[in-house]
């Protein structure tokens, strides 16, 4: 099954963003005029350690500002959704809690907010466990409670930093297939992804265009299109072709 991709129908324009981190005098040039049209496609940002990934999608969420250069969500209303590589729920809340929290500080009631949360804890197969706190968890379930409570907000563009690297590769594994499904089976809101990735497999194995970045300042090093039908097989020699021109961008 895939997904009927239209990266024609632009959903985010990021227009030349350019950042430069100061502190105790010393500048750090981050992104160095990174611009690309999103549509409606997963997109995985893929780049070395400490280029300037998660800054991007910081500055997308508005939890930073660029110093110059604008993003533009081109859809009316159009909210966004965040999912941190480690689970931040709050310790004290329980489940149903954590994700109806967001939901209430929007202005549902916390009825509404519950009954919201509880469709999407349905969603990611954890409607039991919505009486739990975050340390009767594991890592894996931590995640999907996070990935549910991004999606509870209803999002049109979800943002992922790195959300698979601190989980086991078996559970990573599965969370990968099961996010890839809830977005292609259009259960969702979501219409465009933006992933921070380290690992190319993962870049391949789950988006539709893979944006290289070069060592900072990030500029955009070039664009693979991953055209396979998902789901992808690792082994097929399309799959490996993919890795060696990821790998040669990478190493240019
Ligand atoms: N608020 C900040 N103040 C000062 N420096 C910062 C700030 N945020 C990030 N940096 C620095 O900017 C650089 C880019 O950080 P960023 O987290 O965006 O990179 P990244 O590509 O996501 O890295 P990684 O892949 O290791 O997670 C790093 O050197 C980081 O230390």
Same mark, same amino acid.
């Given at each position: 099954m895939e997904v009927p991709k239209n990266s024609r129908n632009i959903i985010l324009e990021l227009r030349n963003i350019e950042k430069t981190f100061v502190e105790d005098s010393r500048r750090l040039k981050v992104l160095d005029g990174i611009s690309l049209d999103i549509g409606e496609e997963f997109v995985a940002i893929l780049g070395p350690s400490g280029c300037g990934k998660t800054t991007l999608l910081r500055i997308i969420a508005g939890l930073e500002k660029p110093d110059s250069g604008e993003v533009i969500v081109r859809q009316e209303n159009a909210r966004i959704g965040f999912i941190f590589q480690s689970p931040t729920l709050?310790?004290?809340?329980?489940v149903l809690e954590n994700v109806a929290l967001p939901l209430r500080v929007n202005g549902l009631s916390w009825e509404e907010a519950k009954d919201r949360a509880r469709k999407y804890l349905t969603l990611v197969g954890l409607q039991s466990f919505e009486?739990?706190? *975050?340390?009767?968890?594991?890592g894996g379930m931590k995640q999907r409670v996070n990935v549910a409570r991004a999606l509870a907000v209803e999002p049109a563009i979800l943002l992922m930093d790195e959300?698979?690297?601190?989980?086991?590769p078996l559970t990573a594994e599965t969370l990968r297939s099961e996010v890839l499904d809830l977005w292609m089976w259009g259960v969702t809101t979501v219409k465009t992804i933006m992933m921070v990735t380290h690992s190319v497999d993962e870049a391949i194995f789950m988006a539709d265009r893979i944006v290289v970045f070069t060592p900072r *300042?990030?500029?955009?090093a070039g664009i693979v299109e991953v055209n396979l039908p998902r789901p992808r097989d690792r082994r097929s020699p399309d799959f490996q072709k993919l890795e060696d021109r990821v790998y040669e961008l990478i190493s240019a």
């Open positions: 709050l310790p004290w809340m329980t009486d739990f706190y *975050p340390r009767e968890l594991s959300p698979f690297s601190a989980l086991d *300042p990030a500029r955009i």
